[in-house]
């Protein structure tokens, strides 16, 4: 299988990367005692580090607000998701729990102030991609039954013409999301050179421990830039 970024993003953000852990074998669980510290660490983090009037200027999240006008996404519209979940927590509101993974993701990405998406493979049946969306492809909205069309020229994360995110870091569908049946993922992080890096490859690097230390699973790893926009997994 083969995850592509299309050439037209890098073009618009030469800057970004992506971490893709290819994940097998995991043994999901509830959240235990250990999981929960993990994400309420991550929301105290975020809470004593950003000031919420500062919330839209801070270079973590300016990164993410820049590269989605810059491939024409309003980021006051389509708020990326890390922003949305870190406002969320600064006003005082704890995470509810979901699962052990995805608490645990959710904890990477407070610390790491990172966009973390994680997609079960079993609903992934297509090459997955980054790019540009085309008439006939179609979003399963989460908890919803039904698919809707999604028109032509939105950045969409994309397994065949069934996109797992809307407006590129938006919204993740229905389709892919992490139950307590997952075993194998695709766990995709945004980042960016410069400043961002260091912490880029420390949220990557966390997540491959949690896949083989907490999960018992095993795992691939790829980066994927503008020198190397395609993967063979």
């Known amino acids: 299988m083969k995850y592509t970024v299309s050439s037209w993003v890098f073009e618009k953000i030469p800057q970004v990367q992506f971490g893709i852990i290819v ?11 250990s999981d929960e510290k993990a994400l309420r660490e991550g929301e105290r983090l975020v809470r004593e580090r950003i000031p919420l009037e500062e919330l839209k200027t801070h270079p973590r999240i300016k990164d993410y607000r820049d590269a989605l006008a810059g491939v024409e996404i309003n980021p006051n519209k389509y708020q990326n998701s890390v922003e949305a979940m870190t406002k969320r927590v600064i006003k005082g509101n704890n995470l509810p729990l979901i699962n052990a993974l995805v608490d645990r993701c959710n904890g990477i990405s407070l610390k790491y102030v990172i966009s973390l998406g994680g997609h079960d493979l079993k609903d992934i049946h297509a090459d997955l991609s980054v790019r540009l969306s085309r008439e006939g492809d179609r979003y399963l909205p ?5 698919f ?25 569908s229905e389709l892919g999301k992490m139950t307590l ?6 766990f995709q992080l945004v980042g960016f050179e410069g400043e961002h890096h260091a912490d880029f490859l420390k949220a990557v690097a966390e997540v491959e421990n949690l896949v083989t230390e907490r999960f018992s699973g095993t795992c691939e790893t790829y980066i994927v830039n503008r020198e190397r926009p395609q993967i063979d997994f």
């Open 23 to 33: 994940a097998r074998g995991l043994k999901n669980s509830q959240s235990t005692e």
């Open 142 to 146: 989460f908890g919803e039954k039904d």
């Open 148 to 172: 809707e069309e999604v028109p032509p020229g939105e950045l969409v994360f994309i397994s065949g013409n069934e996109v797992q995110t809307r407006q590129w870091l938006w919204r993740q």
């Open 181 to 186: 049946d997952t075993k194998d993922v695709f």
